[in-house]
């Protein structure tokens, strides 16, 4: 299916683009209106009509902000609405496919009709060079690699070779992740630098670093998103529990130790209790959000393992892999009220959509346990012989990998709800089993797809260097797409949903962060009907946003997209200009260059300057596949991962 996609997007911006009527409304504020209301308070109406279709769009802050600018502030949450109607009848459009974009215009011009296709074009034809500033159509899969780096693909528009749209590197080998609900943030644990990364979702780079005890490892919000919760062993390693972290400053703001071995952690749906399984002391201590305190510590058994919350139940389920048992938790009278008898190896337990059916893998016995949360009993025991490990949802299934088998396992609940029984489908997501990579993460290794494709997951292959995407179409799952990780090796998925998204018959809208203060436009496509226009919009100067000191650079291989060979020292030749005004960046002395690949090779030269912003530098590269390129110099004060990696390639003569 992405492969159908994106060639549809790159016809589309191939053909040649009838002639449209265009009647731009040039509002500024908008009055508020009933509508505007949900989107947020107005700060900017406008639309278009062509091929009898009205476009209006409202640009909005949201209702939560404290800003009372009449104007769009830089780096503020703004709210996009697109609404379609017929420009006869006003009757609303709906089933459509629009695309948005949020580019630069050229100060004191309106960009014109022709010079707006030409825009729609470059970003169609997809190269990591030529992009927008905000992107309003993608969701982003994610990969946490066993490199030191968080991989982002794009799985519609791919990018020359491969899809890989960028990369976050990190400071070390990643465990465990964790998105903001805005999908602006992500956190990264990182166990052997004992800090969580924060990383950017829009630029895509490391913010900060957040120290935080020994060894982190699972990383969870609470369901309010109030607070991030990090389990590890505390500072200096003399006390395991949790801290706890403000997602705004950024800062930890309590750690709160528990019993020994502190491993799992869950919440009650109503956001009063966190739970952590510690394994070591074989007990479950139950924290009062509101205090941080641990208010219970309970034993329940040799070495829990996994924990997880039946809203169905109002209980806690705790597995303990030594005898195999399922606890049943009643934290409000702080009992055990069940002991559900197992197989020794019981690891993960995990419950769907509303809380009625878990799912505890047993990988050591081969075998899933099925939970009624309802009743507290296991219902069902479903033999599986691949030591499975791990639970994913969406809405109307489950899903269950195996870690010695490239099979997933889904079961529809509908037939657990009949029948009280499972119903067993499996599809194969390559041909090598995740047991013969050898490095597993505590993150998820499946992810859903985006919110547009029910029950659509993504489930990486770190063997094969690819995430394979399965939806189910006809009664059946079906692959409808894989993406090429090469050469990262991606060990868990994850999803950033940044695509416009219908919200009431004709309404679409989405959010972004706006960039910084100067003239942009909103660039829109929509492909049937035929509507193609940019509006022009203005960023103000936002007093509370730190100002940028350093500069934002485009870097471009001179000439462009040329394979490099393998194993000669080759000239390697680049631009650097300004990302926005497209200025040369000439004559710096001390222009260091970092090449490096995900299987650890690297090399850092300090570049010599030719001529026009272009600089030169020797590599030899050791063999085929991409490399990234990023640049440091002490006079612009820009650090390696201040700049966007270019992608260059090396291979072999038939490669070239």
């Known amino acids: 299916m992405s492969a159908l996609v994106a060639v549809t997007l790159m016809a589309m911006g191939s053909r040649a683009m009838a002639q449209h009527e265009q009647h731009a409304a040039h509002g500024t504020r908008p009055p508020a209106s009933t509508a505007d209301t949900a989107l947020g308070t107005p700060l900017l109406a406008k639309s278009v009509v062509q091929n009898g279709v009205k476009v209006e769009l409202t640009l909005a802050r949201p209702a939560i902000s404290r800003a009372d600018a009449s104007a769009v502030l830089e780096g503020e949450d703004v709210g996009v609405r697109f609404v379609f109607s017929d420009s006869a009848t006003g009757r609303p459009l709906t089933d459509l496919s629009p695309a948005g974009w949020i580019d630069a215009r050229k100060a004191g011009t309106v960009t014109e009709l022709a010079a707006c296709r030409d825009k729609i074009q470059s970003y169609l034809r997809g190269t990591l060079q030529v992009r927008p500033a905000v992107d309003l159509n993608s969701s982003y899969v994610l990969a946490l690699t066993a490199g ?30 964790a998105l903001t609900p805005d999908n602006e943030r992500l956190f990264v ?26 060894r982190p490892t699972r990383i969870t919000f609470q369901p309010d998103g109030r607070y991030l919760w990090v389990v590890d062993g505390g500072p200096g ?14 800062a930890p703001v309590q750690h709160i130790p528990t ?37 219970h510590e309970l034993p329940t058994g040799p070495h829990p393992m996994g924990l997880a919350w039946s809203e169905s139940g109002k209980t806690v389920y705790v597995t303990h892999e030594d005898d195999g048992s399922i606890v049943v938790l009643d934290p409000a009278r702080q009992q055990i009220v069940a002991r559900l008898a197992g197989k020794p190896g019981v690891g993960a337990v995990a419950f769907g959509p509303g809380g009625r059916w878990g799912f505890a893998p047993n990988p050591a016995a081969d075998e899933v346990s099925i939970i009624d949360g309802t009743r507290a009993t296991i219902v069902d025991v479903l033999p599986f012989g691949t030591a499975p490990d791990q639970v994913a949802f969406t809405e109307n299934f489950a899903y269950v990998r195996a870690s010695g088998s ?7 609940f509908d037939v657990l709800e009949a029948e009280g029984k499972a119903k067993v489908m499996s599809f194969e997501t390559g041909r090598q089993a995740p047991a013969k990579y050898g490095s597993n993460a505590t993150a998820a290794a499946i992810a859903p797809a985006a919110h547009h494709m029910a029950d659509a ?28 990780t090469y050469p990262f090796e991606p060990k868990a998925t994850l999803v950033v949903d940044r695509a416009l998204r219908q919200t009431a018959p004709g309404v679409y809208q989405t959010t972004f962060k706006a960039p910084a203060d100067g003239e942009w436009d909103v660039v829109f496509l929509l492909d049937h009907p035929r509507v193609v226009n940019c509006f022009d919009f203005q960023v103000a100067k936002n007093p509370e946003v730190k100002r940028e000191t350093k500069p934002r ?19 390697l030749r680049f631009r650097l200009a300004d990302y926005y005004t497209d200025e040369p960046r000439g004559e710096l002395t001390d222009l260091w260059v970092w090449v490096f690949s995900s299987r650890g090779w690297s090399q850092r030269e300090l570049a010599r300057y030719v001529e026009d912003g272009i600089y030169a530098v020797d590599l030899t590269l050791p063999r085929s596949g991409p490399y990234n390129l990023i640049v440091a110099t002490k006079t612009l004060s820009l650090a390696f991962e201040d700049t966007f990696p270019l992608v260059i390639r090396a291979g072999g003569p038939e490669q070239r």
């Open 148 to 177: 030191n780096a968080v991989a982002v693909y794009d799985p519609i528009v791919g990018f020359n070779i491969s899809k890989l749209y960028a990369a976050a590197p990190l400071g070390s080998e990643g465990e465990d992740w």
């Open 189 to 214: 644990t990182m166990p052997q630098l004992n800090t969580v990364a924060v990383v950017n979702t829009s630029m895509w780079r490391v913010q900060t670093n957040i120290p935080v005890g020994l």
């Open 237 to 250: 390693g003399s006390s395991p529990g949790v801290t706890v972290i403000d997602p705004v400053s950024l």
């Open 259 to 295: 019993g020994a071995g502190a491993r799992e952690i869950a919440f009650s749906a109503d956001g009063q209790y966190a739970f952590v399984a510690n394994h070591r002391s074989g007990t479950v201590s139950t924290i009062d959000i509101r205090r941080f305190a641990v208010v």
């Open 406 to 412: 490239p099979n997933v396992v889904m079961i529809p």
């Open 457 to 484: 997951i993504y489930v990486p292959n770190a063997a094969e260097k690819s995430i394979y995407l399965y939806h189910y179409m006809m009664s059946m799952p079906m692959p409808a797409g894989r993406v090429d």
């Open 553 to 571: 650079l485009r870097i471009t291989q001179v000439p462009a997209a040329t394979t490099l060979p393998v194993g000669e020292a080759t000239e």
